[in-house]
């Protein structure tokens, strides 16, 4: 399989803004430096002859050491749900898109946040996602706010869902009241 344009994303969690590093070597072998000490997100994204390939990693840099890291890319995931406003949400007031934050990693302005619309009846869908989300809708109603979102019967901690390679993450329910 043959892969290009490597793009790596990667910085601290807390960092306002990821650093964005290219990979032009074709046998994926890159370098970053001047990494200060601490704990590193390493989002990569990348195309192939089988399509968008993502992988994410995380390592503790330590001064003076160089880390091996080995960053796999996969196929990205996808996300698949339903929006449930309260009955006191006015249709007219509803939003119309549905949005994933990712947590581990500030990403640069390069890539924009997954976004997607909410069909009428509540369904949505991201493609090409991998890593840890904040799931946040814009444009709520004054007093309004997600309430509750839930895969199966579990609810999610903190509105976020964790998606790996290739995983699609079915039946998931977002639901929006006072």
Do not use: C
């Not at 002859?49 to 840099?61: E, K, N, Q």
């Not at 979102?149 to 609810?155: A, E, K, L, N, P």
């Amino acid at each position: 399989m043959a892969v290009d344009r490597i793009t790596i994303e990667y910085g601290n969690p807390s960092d306002t803004r990821a650093s964005v590093w290219t990979v032009s070597d074709p046998g994926g072998v890159f370098t970053v430096e001047g990494v200060g000490p601490g704990t590193v997100v390493l989002l990569a994204s990348a195309e192939s002859t089988r399509g968008h390939l993502m992988g994410v990693v995380s390592t503790d840099v330590h001064v003076g050491g160089v880390e091996d890291l080995s960053l796999t890319l996969d196929v990205p995931g996808q996300v698949e749900g339903r929006v449930v406003f309260s009955t006191d949400v006015p249709a007219t007031a509803r939003s119309k898109t549905i949005r994933l934050i990712p947590r581990l990693l500030n990403v640069s302005p390069l890539y924009p946040l997954p976004e997607s619309t909410i069909d009428p009846d509540g369904r949505f869908q991201f493609r090409d996602v991998r890593g840890e989300y904040e799931i946040t809708i814009p444009d709520l109603p004054p007093g309004f706010r997600i309430v509750r979102v839930s895969r199966g019967d579990q609810t999610l901690a903190g509105n976020r869902i964790a998606i790996a390679g290739g995983e699609t993450a079915a039946g998931v329910s977002v639901t929006v009241g006072r």
